[in-house]
């Protein structure tokens, strides 16, 4: 689209050059009037992008209309391409999905290409997962959109800012004399002795350090947030293992992509939620709303939560009042209930997580199910 534009409007800008020189009085010139332009996306808006509209939002009428255009249509591109580079951990780390628009399209994979489950089919219900969705009205179509659009966010939010904020800090300790203890070299003990120690120079280290506690593994876990941080939607995810490791197949003593997504999107709601007291640790979503086996999916105890009932494979259902929201099992079981979570916020929650608001004065997470 923005080709067909520049070279409409390079057309039209030769036209006016020529009718210029020329002394010819012109009063329009239709290539140009007749094209439409959207106006830019609100910033609040959840899908930030210039799309062709039937109706004329603005017409170029001289030069002067036509250069304010070009001059204005640049602008907005270098502002779409630099992102969210700019945000860290202390920066506000929760950039608005508006601010973010993809490198390149993430295409939904057919049904024959979702990974089947074999052997052991205790820990989920095919029959009970589809008649939810029927329950809920929510169709197939509006479910992949939705998968897209949170891939799309845990990439953008999660994983490209996690990774460019363990560059920051590893580039800060080859400032401070600490190259031999970089992330992912060394544990996050010894991560935490230097954060005590330079806190004044590397201060984000702290924040840094819950993110990391996925593995003890430090080497292959920041490898793999490096390589979930490629692309625009997480296209390396492997929900049931997860990357090659020193040339070496993933074995099951490595977290699999799916535990390190639900820890990280757990350690980044943890620390967008106010501390309660009754949980120290300051882990309030983690301890308040995930329940991982082998503890019970005790529905008394919560009004709502996100159940992993199975770590190899990975399996994920939501637990709401005293149900047990049942989810498709493969690929798309975790993306899918974080949906179903965010779904159940939005309708019966009034678009809050505890104190939290989900809309576009909060969290912002409701664009996702919109």
């Known amino acids: ?11 039209s800008n030769m036209a006016l050059n020529a009718s210029f020189q020329s002394n010819a009085s012109f ?29 004329i939002r603005k017409r170029v009428s001289d030069i002067n209309n036509l250069n304010e255009y070009l001059k204005e249509y ?46 052991d089919t205790s820990y989920y219900n095919q029959q009970a997962a589809d008649a939810l969705l029927d329950r809920l009205g929510i169709s197939s179509h509006s479910l992949d959109i939705w998968t897209e659009n949170i891939r799309k966010w845990i990439s953008q939010t999660i994983f490209q800012h996690l990774y460019r904020e363990i560059q920051t800090i590893n580039k800060a300790l080859d400032q401070v004399g600490s190259a031999e203890c970089k992330v992912g070299a060394v544990s996050t003990a010894v991560l935490s002795k230097i954060s005590a120690s330079k ?3 590397i201060a984000n280290i702290a924040l840094l ?41 993933w074995n099951k003593e490595l977290p699999t992509d799916s535990q390190i ?16 007291p009754m949980y120290p640790e300051g882990r309030t979503f983690t301890t308040q709303y995930f329940v991982q086996t082998p503890s019970k999916a005790d529905t008394k105890k919560r009004e709502y939560a996100l159940f992993q009932s199975s770590i190899h494979p990975p399996h994920f259902k939501l637990l709401v009042g ?7 099992k493969g690929r798309n079981n975790l993306f899918h209930t ?25 969290l912002n997470l409701n664009w996702i199910i919109s």
């Open 261 to 276: 997504v639900m820890h990280c999107i757990s350690t980044y709601l943890d620390s967008h939620l106010p501390r309660n």
């Open 338 to 362: 974080l949906i179903l979570l965010l779904y159940y916020l939005r309708e019966e929650q009034h678009g809050m997580l505890g104190p939290v608001n989900l809309g576009p004065t909060g």
């Open 27 to 55: 009063h329009s010139i239709s290539s140009v009037s007749n094209i439409s332009f959207s106006t830019p996306a609100r910033e609040n808006d959840s899908n930030y992008q210039y799309t062709a509209s039937p109706k």
């Open 209 to 249: 350090l819950p993110y990391l506690e996925v593995s003890v593994n430090q080497e292959y876990l920041v490898n793999r947030i490096g390589e979930l941080a490629s692309g625009s939607c997480v296209g390396t995810f492997r929900w049931e293992s997860g990357g090659r490791f020193k040339n070496q197949p």
């Open 74 to 119: 640049e602008e907005k591109e270098k502002w779409i391409s630099r992102g969210t580079s700019d945000r860290s951990l202390t920066g506000g780390w929760a950039p608005r999905p508006s601010e973010t628009l993809p490198p390149r399209p993430y295409f939904l994979a057919t049904q024959n290409q979702i990974v089947s489950v074999s052997g």
């Open 1 to 11: 689209y923005q080709r067909r534009v520049r070279a409409s409007l390079n057309t």
């Open 199 to 201: 806190h004044e120079h």
């Open 322 to 328: 005293d149900e047990v929201w049942e989810v498709s």
